[in-house]
Nanobody, 123 residues
């Protein structure tokens, strides 16, 4: 079993940066693909980025490509989301999620979710 806890959210101005962290518990963290999602008020949850088990492969939503970077440190059981050049439309609650397996299977829900961290970008 894996428990996830996000941190690092806050209020920033457009153009600034934030680094989100997703801390995990559990002995099998390195067996999970980890993804970041976000949900803005009144909108559906959307995919942001994901990283494979050893950190060697990443994938981003077009809306964040070139601005956000996902990384992971399996020794620390943590995944990070470095967010640069933030825009007001990045305002949302950000969640990390874990799916067991080698690659992300979009036909299945992640097994575990964190509670979320709020990111607010003012213009």
């Amino acid at each position: 079993q894996v428990q996830l806890a996000e941190s690092g959210g806050g209020l920033v101005q457009a153009g600034e940066s934030l680094r989100l962290s997703c801390a995990a518990s559990g002995r099998t963290f390195n067996m999970y693909v980890i993804a970041w999602f976000r949900q803005a008020p009144g909108k559906e949850r959307e995919f942001v980025a994901r990283i494979n088990r050893n950190g060697g492969r990443t994938f981003y939503a077009d809306s964040v490509k070139g601005r956000f970077t996902i990384s992971r440190d399996n020794a620390k059981k943590a995944v990070y989301l470095q967010m640069n050049s933030l825009k007001p439309e990045d305002t949302a609650t950000y969640y990390c999620a874990a799916q067991y397996g080698v690659i992300w299977d979009e036909t299945r829900d992640p097994q575990y979710w964190g509670q979320g961290t709020q990111v607010t970008v003012s213009s």
